[in-house]
């Protein structure tokens, strides 16, 4: 049963250029501080960072991954922290994505609700803020 204290399993993904140019694509969000090197340390960035927007989809995967079904998600918020630097190799940067049930709610209908805290994590350091999803938990 899920409860208050669960744990979903942990998600590492790992984001790449190539990533970050299909999500530019799909998104119409070709700022170049998202693909150029020159740019992104031009304006102060340590180099090509993530969309953010990529970053919140990638943490709601961890969610969705857990609960089995991306329509259960009634609602989800973050708060952008710090940038995911994407270096110019095969590698990539690496995302932790972990999360924690924080409460389980019934409404009249019996519907049970799970509040999850998540936590995403790049290069040793949180990258969203007060990540916090509700989805309804089936059964």
Not at 70 to 99: H, I, K, N, Q
């Amino acid at each position: 049963m899920i409860e208050k204290g669960t744990e979903l399993p942990p998600l590492p993904l790992r984001v790449t250029r190539a990533d970050l140019v299909r999500y530019a694509g799909a998104s119409g969000d070709f700022n170049p501080i998202h693909w150029s090197d020159r740019v992104a340390t031009a304006v102060g960035l340590p180099g090509v960072i993530a969309h953010g927007m990529l970053t919140m989809a990638l943490a709601a995967r961890l969610v969705t991954d857990w609960v089995g079904d991306p329509a259960a998600v009634r609602s989800y918020s973050v708060r952008f922290t710090r940038p995911v630097v994407v270096p110019d190799d095969d590698e990539g940067a690496l995302l932790e994505l972990s999360g924690k049930v924080t409460a389980v709610t019934e409404g009249d209908d019996g519907t049970r609700v799970a509040s999850v805290l998540i936590t995403a994590r790049f290069d040793e350091k949180t990258v969203l803020g007060k990540a916090v999803a509700e989805v309804t938990l089936k059964g």
